[in-house]
């Protein structure tokens, strides 16, 4: 199993450019997170899903949108990139409930917005 | 909003020692969970506990829901122990607290 992996590992873009960051996991969970982390500060939710074809906000969603076609993929996308969107952003999934079931976490993507 | 303190927010210890980490709420919550970010930036859950205690192997954790903290306990330490430990909580809304870094000397 590779338990949740994330691509791409690195990426640098230029302010007002678009990506997407994708978000695998292989061990048939419900619920699927995207958390993104600052220099010095724990993480913060910015989107989750309950299940495949279901997306909600969490606690700073704005200039993100996701998507959740496949149970398996978790995919996250900037528009308009924002230098405030520099960051590293954590994929994580849980085989059930919101904050009740332990998070497996994938390895992280470094994003820098110039 | 729910806030949640970690102390200390920075600690050195000797391989071998022992050492207490503290996670305080503001509010009652539903769930909390300890997490390791180690020095490469992987995370890992280590407990999941609204209440009560749980213990693997050289880790424990106490959650005393009623006065609003948890514990994390790590004893005999290794090097391996090094990186950040968070507490989180989640009340509606999921809240990580800033973390305690953990340095552990050979």
């Known amino acids: 199993n590779a338990g949740v992996t994330q691509t791409p590992k690195f990426r640098v873009l230029k302010t007002g450019q678009s990506m997407t960051l994708l978000c695998a996991q292989d061990m048939n969970h419900e619920y699927m997170y995207w958390y993104r982390q600052d220099p010095g500060m724990g993480l913060r939710l910015i989107h989750y899903?309950?299940?495949?074809?279901?997306?909600a906000k969490g606690e700073v969603p704005d200039g993100y949108n996701v998507s959740r076609l496949k149970k398996q993929n978790f995919l996250l996308g900037l528009e308009s990139a924002a230098p405030s969107q520099t960051s590293v952003y954590f994929c994580a999934s849980s085989q059930q409930g919101y904050f009740s079931y332990e998070q497996y976490f994938g390895p992280g993507t470094r994003l820098t917005v110039t | 909003g729910i806030q949640v303190e970690q102390s200390p927010p920075d600690l050195i210890l000797q391989e071998g020692a022992n050492s207490t980490l503290r996670c305080n709420f503001s509010?009652?919550?539903?769930?909390l969970q300890w997490f390791h970010q180690n020095p490469w930036g992987q995370l890992i859950n280590l407990f999941y506990i609204p209440s009560g205690t749980k213990q693997n192997g050289r880790l424990s954790a106490t959650t005393v829901a009623t006065e609003r903290y948890s514990l994390l306990y790590i004893s005999s330490s290794q090097t391996t122990d090094s990186g950040v430990y968070f507490c989180?909580?989640?009340?509606?809304?999921?809240?990580f607290g800033k973390g305690t870094r953990l340095h552990i000397l050979p």
């Open positions: 509010d009652s919550v539903n769930n």
């Open positions: 899903s309950v299940g495949e074809g279901t997306t």
């Open positions: 989180a909580v989640e009340d509606d809304k999921i809240i």
